[in-house]
């Protein structure tokens, strides 16, 4: 298509306010979404648009950036940029993550280790539940809607936090329905097409999964951070870093608020994982949100307890929360109050509840450490102090490749390429250790056998952004 016949149908695309490259890539993405620009369709260079519209070649390069980013264009080194359309979009590489396809279609003979998550609940979440009955049999003249959630949770998250370190207010308590919709709802609420989130490489998978929803732009910056730059938001683990089980350590962590500060970035931090450290190991620094109020904390009990219990929930200041309570309201009026009471219950004795299944997630972790130490000498097997995850980096091959092996012969891993958004760690892969001993030493026997069969492509497989827990 000729620069001028594409500005003839952009019309007034300038005349809103904003900055330009937005401006610009909406009414690209409205074109494209009306059929107005067909699938296949060769958009102009950037060079000569730029010129016919009168804007910097900067202006086009990133419109066109953020509708790659959002599979409506596909852009090729010698072949330009051309319109993807719905019939071109590539199926969401989701689809191909072995941790999302055993959620959706689990195989009986297949050990999954690559959703890190218990398999079973405790027997405290049915003696939960029964204890609250009386309440919900008692309860009068409640509609059960709570957008920020039940005030008894939030009292009792806050109070943690508390005792953390952290003064809170139950005010700056709102509930989710799990980590994942906690972070979902902040890339609602924080981000706008074409925003820079500064993320570590590696990181969580979920995470770049929601800030790509919303057509964010990931920057990757090392395990931690370090200092950060510019940017419309911040995230990190600090502590049990998911994948690799790192602890940022308590300067560290001064540094990387103060930074975020200096900045005006504001700053995640996933405390999923932080209640998974290991009996007998040093208790991680205080949390980010320790050294400076304004930082975004997120927490859950679906690693700790059971991911069924559908339970989050995020720290913030009064402003975000309110901002976040109008979100959740129009997404489901208010998340499951019998969940939220039975979370309450739990709460009260989690203390004794960790240690039980600490204790029981390091003899795993030491299961399966050794097994693959003693089954695969050539693997470097990193152990790590808690969390759910082994952070491992293939001697030759590619994560993808052998994650696809491993599959079929009963073995469900991550291959490290989906956690990286800057590209690497394609020789790396996760794996959870979150599984009965027995599971692990025969997981590890099949990936012994795996890779004594593993020949690597003569090209490594290219990544995929998987959606894993």
Known sequence: M???????????????????????????????????LPSGTRLPPD?????TLAVGRSTVVAAYDLLSVEGRVV?????????????????????????????????????????????????EVAQAYQHILPDLAAADGDIGYRPTGHPLLRRMIAERY???????DPE?????????????????ALLRPGDRVLVEAPTYPGALEAFREVAAVPRTGPVGLGAV??????????????????????????????????????????????????????PPPPPLAAFDESVISIGSLSKIVWGGLRVGWVR??????????????????????????????????????????????????????????????????????????????????DGTSFAQRALRHGV??????????????IDHVRISFVADPADLREAARRLAETWRTYEPPDHPAPGSPPLAV
């Open 75 to 123: 852009r090729r080194q010698g072949s330009g940029t051309r319109v993807a359309g719905p019939a071109a979009l590539p199926a969401r590489e989701t689809t191909h993550s072995p941790a999302f396809l055993q959620l959706l279609e689990p195989e009986a003979d297949v050990i999954a280790l690559a959703c890190a998550a218990p398999a079973t609940p405790p027997p």
């Open 412 to 425: 469900a891993i991550l291959p490290g390429a989906g956690l990286d958004a800057s590209g690497g760690s």
């Open 316 to 397: 913030a200041p009064i402003p975000v929360i309110a901002r976040l309570a109008r979100l959740r309201a129009v997404h489901d009026l208010g998340g499951n109050i019998p969940a939220q009471l039975a979370a309450a219950w739990l709460l009260r004795d989690l203390d004794a509840l960790r240690e039980r299944i600490t204790r029981q997630r390091k003899e795993s972790h030491d299961t399966l450490v050794t097994e693959l130490t003693e089954r695969l000498p050539e693997w470097e097997v990193p152990p790590v102090s808690g969390g759910q995850t082994l952070w491992i980096r293939l001697p030759h091959g």
């Open 229 to 282: 730059v510019p940017a419309a938001l911040a995230y990190v683990v600090a502590t049990y870093q998911n994948p690799t089980g790192a602890v940022l350590s308590a300067l560290a962590r001064r540094t990387l608020v103060e930074s975020a500060r200096t900045a005006g970035v504001p700053l995640i931090d996933d405390e999923v994982l932080t209640e998974l450290g290991f009996p007998g190991t040093d």
């Open 47 to 51: 060079r000569r648009l730029a010129k």
């Open 172 to 188: 700056q308590i709102l509930v989710t329905g799990g980590g994942q919709q906690a972070l979902s709802l902040l890339a609602q």
């Open 2 to 36: 000729e620069p001028i016949e594409l500005a003839d149908r952009l019309g007034r695309w300038s005349a809103d306010r904003g900055p330009l490259y937005l401006l610009l890539a909406g009414r690209l993405r409205t074109l494209i979404d009306d059929g107005e």
């Open 162 to 168: 508390r005792a953390r370190g952290v003064p809170t």
